[in-house]
C-alpha cells in the first residue's frame, strides 16, 4: 500500500529552520576578514583587509576585535553588522563558490537548482534556508490583434489562445525534469503554500484536472482562434499577411527560466509559431516588459518569476493585482482588460466587500475559474528554493520570501556570537530597475535593501503572516456586527458594535483644485448619518517624533500626511503631477473608504473609516501601513526627498511613475543614479532657497519655515557626502551606490529608533509532518477509516494548534466525490470515517485521498496523500 506520500515542497523539507544558525562549535575570534569599497581611478571595487573589528559611532570600518553578544542587555541601535556590502552574482554556482572561498557571507537569491541543493546539503561548511515563496509564470502581451507599432499580428490578445496554452505547456514535466522534483505546479494567482489553496481545494483540484496537459486540444483551439484572426498554415507555419505569424519570447538567463523558456518555444514551434528566443537577465528585460509600451510590440510573451516575500493568509487581492490596471502603474498593467463580472469579483475580493465567509467563498471559486479564461498570466510552477550561506551566519528568514523577501531580514542579521563587524552578500541582480518611492522598481532584489534602509508601520511575521507593531504602538479595530473578521495578538483589540456613525469633519477626499482635504461633512451633503463597516484607532508611541531621517532630519507630521494627500493628488486631472495611471486604483479605494482624522497630534492618534476589511485585524493596519508612516510601495521617502521629484515633475522633466515619464517623453526618476541625480540636485538647491515645503496649505501646519530650512540644509550635505537621495530611517543607510557595477555598501545607523536585539527570538517554525495511512483495499458500500498523525520534529500535534484538518475522496476518474473534515482523537492524532454511503460512490479500481493540515502556529498548509483499491 502507498502511504505517507508527503509533499515535501511543504512540509519535511521546510522542517529546516528559518532561524539561520551555526552548527559548528564556538570559536574565538581575533581577527577577521572586512569587506569595504574603495574607488580605484573612479571604478569601485571591493577590497577585503584582516582587521580586529568593534562597533563606532560613525558606523566606519572596525578597528577592534568584536565582542560576544553580551548576556546584559544590549545597548546597540541599528543594525547589528556594522557594514553590509551587496553585491551582483547571476550565478548560483559561482555564489557558492564564493561563498566556500570566503569572498561571500551568503548569496540571498531564491535558488531552485536540484543539482545545486544537493551539493549545499552534502558540504559541512555551508548552512542554507529553504522557502516556498518563489513562482514561475508565463506573461502575454495582450494588446491587439495587431500592434501599432510592427502592425504584426499578436495572437495572445485573444483570451482563448491564452487559455488554451495551458493545455499546450506541461506543469508536471517542468515541475519533475526541469526543476528536479523542487516545484509543484500551478495554475492559479494563489500560492499553493497558503491558506486560500487548502481552503479552495476542491475547486483548485477540479480546474487542474480540467487544465491538465492536452496539446492536442490546445493546438485545436489555437488553430480555429488563429483562423478567426485571419491567419493561414501553410507547410506546417503560420501566416498573416504573407509574413510568418513571430513571436517574440523574452526569456530570463538567471535561473530555470532559460529551460522553461526554451520548452514552451519548441512547444509553440511544434504547432507552426516562428519563436525569436530573446534571452535576457532582469536588467536586461525589465525595459521591455515591465517599462515599455506593449503596444509597440517589442515581445509577446515573457518568463516571469515572483517572490511572495512573506505569507499572505488572504489572497484575494491577487485576482486584482495580477489581471486588473490597478495592479501596477506600469504600461503593460494599464493595457490589461477583462470582463465586467471579473472584475467586480476581483474589486470585491481585493477589499473584502461581502459580508460572511459563505459569500467570499462563492466568489472566490468564481474568480478561480475566471483567471483561467481571462487571465494576461498564468502560473506554471511554485518553487522550493534555498539560499546558501556561512554556518556562522544568523537571519530571521521568511517561509515564503527567505531572506531577500523578509521584513526582518536587516534586523537580524549577524555573525553568530558577535557584536559588529562586516559581511559581503550576493543577489542575482540589484538595482534593476530606477528607485523612488512612487514609482520606482518593484524588482525583489531592490526591495530587500530598500527594506534595509526604511522602517515600517508594522513587520510581517515571517511564520504566520500576521502584522506586529514597529513604529506603532497599539491599535483598535470596531466591525460592525457578523462580519467575519478575527485578532489574534495582543496588540490588537477587537471589538464588535451594531454601527459605525463617521464624523462629518473627517477627511474623505482631496481638492486638488484647491489644495486641501474634503470633509466627509462636504462629500456626503444630506441628512443622513455617514456609517461605515469598520473604524481602526491607531495609537503612536511618544517617541514618534524622536525618530530621525538617515540625513539628521527630525521626523514631522508632515513625513505621514503627505502619504495621504499623494493617494489622491497624481489621480485628480486639476493636479500638476495628475498621471491617469493613477486613477484606476484610486477608484477602486473610493468605493469602499470613508474618511480619517487625526484625533491628536503628540502622542498621534489616527481614526480610519472603511467599509472594507481584512479577515485578520491584524492586516488592517498594514492595508494602510503607508499612511501610518511612509514607507510608500516601492520605499521609504520623506516629505522633502519626495518634494524635490514633486518638483521634477511638476516641472515635466521627470516623473514618477514609467506612464507618466512615457508621456512627458522623459525619465521615470531615479533617486540613486544616473541623469536624474542631476535634476534632482537643482531643484534640490532651488527648494533650499526658498524653504519650499510641498501642498503648503496643509503641510505647513505642520512644518515651519526654519524646520524647511534645516530639512533641505541635511539634505544638501547628504547628497554631496553620498552622492544620492535615498534617505529613510532603517536600521542600515546607502553610504555609497554604484549602479553600473551592481554594488552598494550599507553601513549601520546609530540614531536608529530600536535597540539591534528587538526582533531576533524568533525560533523553528513548527510545520506539521503529515502521515495518512489506511487499507490497502476496501469493498464499495462498506465503512472504513483513515488515520492522519500530525507531528512536529517527531511529537505529537497539539490539538488546540491545528486549525483544521480537510479531506478529499477522488475516485478513479479523479473525480471529487468526498469532502469533508477528520474528527481529532487526541494530540497528533485525526481520523477520517467514510459511511457506506460515501464509499458507494466509487466505482472498482484506484482512488486517491488527499488531507490538507493547517496549523494555527504556521500559515503554510501541510499536505498528505494515500491510494487504495475499491473493489
Known amino acids: 500500500m502507498k502511504t505517507n506520500k508527503l509533499f515535501i515542497f511543504l512540509s519535511l523539507v521546510m522542517i529546516a529552520s528559518m532561524l539561520l544558525a551555526s552548527c559548528q562549535p564556538e570559536r574565538i575570534v581575533e581577527t577577521v576578514v572586512v569587506t569595504e569599497i574603495v574607488e580605484v581611478q573612479g571604478t569601485p571595487q571591493v577590497v577585503e583587509k584582516v582587521v580586529v573589528v568593534t562597533p563606532s559611532a560613525e558606523a566606519a570600518a572596525p578597528t577592534e576585535e568584536p565582542t560576544p553578544e553580551p548576556e546584559k542587555q544590549v545597548t546597540r541601535r541599528g543594525g547589528w553588522l556594522d557594514t553590509i556590502v551587496i553585491v551582483e552574482e547571476p550565478s548560483g554556482e559561482a555564489g557558492v563558490s564564493r561563498i566556500e572561498s570566503g569572498e561571500l557571507d551568503a548569496h540571498v537569491f531564491s535558488w531552485d537548482d536540484p543539482e545545486l541543493f544537493a551539493s549545499v546539503q552534502a558540504n559541512a561548511d555551508l548552512g542554507y534556508t529553504t522557502f516556498v515563496g518563489s513562482s514561475d509564470e508565463l506573461s502575454f502581451n495582450p494588446v491587439g490583434p495587431t500592434f501599432d507599432g510592427t502592425g504584426k499580428l499578436n495572437p495572445f490578445s485573444v483570451a482563448k489562445i491564452r487559455e488554451a496554452m495551458n493545455w499546450m505547456i506541461d506543469r508536471n514535466y517542468i515541475a519533475e525534469e526541469i526543476m528536479g522534483g523542487l516545484g509543484l505546479p500551478r495554475l492559479f494567482p494563489i500560492v499553493g503554500g497558503f491558506p486560500d489553496y487548502a ?27 488563429m483562423q478567426k484572426l485571419g491567419a493561414t498554415l501553410v507547410d506546417g507555419k503560420w501566416q498573416f499577411n504573407d509574413e510568418p505569424v513571430e513571436l517574440i519570447f523574452l526569456i530570463r538567463t538567471e535561473d530555470e527560466r532559460l529551460e522553461i523558456g526554451d520548452y514552451i518555444s519548441n512547444q509553440l ?52 493585482f495580477y489581471h486588473t490596471n490597478r495592479g501596477m502603474t506600469n504600461p503593460l498593467w494599464q493595457s490589461y482588460v ?17 459580508d460572511t465567509l459563505e459569500e467570499r467563498d462563492e466568489l472566490f471559486r468564481r474568480a478561480l475559474e475566471l483567471s483561467m479564461l481571462e487571465g494576461a498570466r498564468f502560473w506554471l510552477v511554485d518553487g522550493l528554493s534555498f539560499s546558501p550561506f556561512k554556518p556562522d551566519v544568523k537571519v530571521v528568514a521568511d517561509l515564503s520570501g527567505g531572506i531577500q523577501g523578509a521584513d526582518l531580514w536587516s534586523y537580524t542579521i549577524r555573525r553568530d556570537g558577535v557584536e559588529g563587524g562586516s559581511m559581503t552578500l550576493a543577489n542575482a541582480s540589484i538595482l534593476t530597475e530606477n528607485w523612488n518611492p512612487l514609482g520606482g522598481s518593484n524588482q525583489v532584489f531592490d526591495q530587500m535593501i530598500m527594506k534595509a534602509t526604511g522602517d515600517q508601520a508594522v513587520l510581517a511575521d515571517p511564520y504566520t503572516g500576521l502584522y506586529w507593531p514597529e513604529r506603532i504602538e497599539r491599535a483598535e479595530v470596531f466591525a460592525v456586527d457578523g462580519l467575519p473578521i478575527a485578532s489574534t495578538y495582543d496588540w490588537m483589540k477587537l471589538e464588535f458594535v451594531p454601527e459605525i456613525e463617521v464624523p462629518a469633519d473627517a477627511w474623505a477626499d482631496w481638492d486638488a483644485a484647491e489644495q486641501r482635504f474634503i470633509t466627509v461633512g462636504e462629500v456626503y451633503t444630506s441628512t443622513d448619518t455617514v456609517t461605515a463597516r469598520t473604524k481602526m484607532v491607531v495609537y503612536f508611541p511618544p517617541d514618534l517624533y524622536d525618530v530621525q531621517w538617515h540625513d539628521g532630519s527630525q521626523f514631522s507630521l508632515a513625513d505621514i500626511v503627505l502619504a495621504w494627500i499623494l493617494n489622491w493628488d497624481p489621480a485628480k486631472e486639476a493636479s500638476a503631477l495628475y498621471d491617469e495611471s493613477q486613477v484606476p486604483a484610486l477608484l477602486s479605494f473610493q468605493s469602499h473608504f470613508k474618511g480619517i482624522r487625526i484625533v491628536q497630534e503628540n502622542p498621534l492618534i489616527v481614526e480610519i473609516y472603511d467599509d472594507a476589511y481584512s479577515l485578520d485585524a491584524e492586516a488592517m493596519v498594514n492595508n494602510y501601513a503607508t499612511w501610518m508612516f511612509p514607507f510608500y510601495a516601492f520605499g521609504q521617502g520623506a516629505w522633502h526627498t519626495i518634494g ?55 503641510l505647513g501646519q505642520y512644518v515651519t519655515p526654519e524646520e524647511a530650512a534645516t530639512r533641505w540644509a541635511n539634505l544638501q550635505e547628504w547628497y554631496r557626502r553620498h552622492g544620492h537621495f535615498w534617505v529613510g530611517t532603517g536600521p542600515y543607510y546607502m553610504d555609497k551606490v554604484f ?27 513548527p510545520i506539521a509532518e503529515v502521515a495518512l495511512t489506511g487499507p490497502n483495499s476496501i469493498a464499495i458500500g462498506d465503512e472504513v477509516t483513515f488515520d492522519v498523525e500530525v507531528t512536529f520534529e517527531g511529537n505529537p500535534y497539539p490539538m488546540a494548534d491545528i486549525g483544521q484538518v480537510k479531506y478529499l475522496l477522488f475516485d478513479n476518474d479523479s473525480k471529487l466525490v468526498v469532502i469533508g473534515e477528520a474528527e481529532a482523537v487526541e494530540d497528533g492524532l485525526w481520523r477520517i470515517t467514510l459511511t457506506k454511503e460515501q464509499t458507494a460512490l466509487l466505482k472498482a479500481g484506484s482512488n486517491k485521498m488527499e488531507v490538507a493540515v493547517v496549523s494555527l502556529k504556521v500559515s503554510l498548509p501541510s499536505f498528505a496523500v494515500v491510494e487504495f483499491i475499491s473493489e
Not at 481552503?199 to 482562434?225: C, F, M, S, W
Not at 511613475?657 to 542631476?678: F, H, R, V, W, Y
Open 199 to 225: 481552503r479552495y481545494i476542491d475547486k483548485a483540484r477540479e480546474l487542474e484536472a480540467y487544465y491538465a496537459y492536452n496539446p492536442e486540444k490546445g493546438e485545436a483551439v489555437i488553430t480555429e482562434e
Open 739 to 765: 549602479p553600473i557595477e551592481g554594488t552598494v555598501l550599507l553601513k549601520s545607523n546609530p540614531q536608529f529608533a530600536d535597540l539591534a536585539d528587538k526582533w531576533i527570538d524568533f525560533g523553528t517554525p
Open 269 to 320: 514551434e511544434t504547432i507552426g509559431f516562428t519563436v525569436t528566443r530573446n534571452y535576457k537577465t532582469a536588467a536586461e528585460a525589465a525595459p521591455i516588459w515591465r517599462q515599455g509600451n506593449p503596444n509597440d510590440g517589442q515581445w509577446h510573451l515573457y518568463t516571469g518569476g515572483w517572490i511572495t516575500t512573506q505569507i499572505t493568509r488572504d489572497q484575494g487581492s491577487n485576482f486584482e
Open 338 to 354: 477583462v470582463s465586467a463580472e471579473y472584475d467586480e469579483i476581483c474589486t470585491r475580493l481585493s477589499n473584502n466587500l461581502f
Open 644 to 698: 524635490t521629484g514633486i518638483l521634477a515633475e511638476t516641472n515635466s522633466e521627470l516623473a514618477f511613475t514609467q506612464s507618466k515619464a512615457d508621456i512627458l517623453q522623459t525619465d521615470s526618476i531615479n533617486m540613486i543614479g544616473g541623469p536624474s541625480l542631476e535634476i534632482l540636485a537643482k531643484y534640490m538647491d532651488q527648494a533650499a532657497s526658498e524653504s519650499y515645503i510641498p501642498y503648503p496649505s496643509v
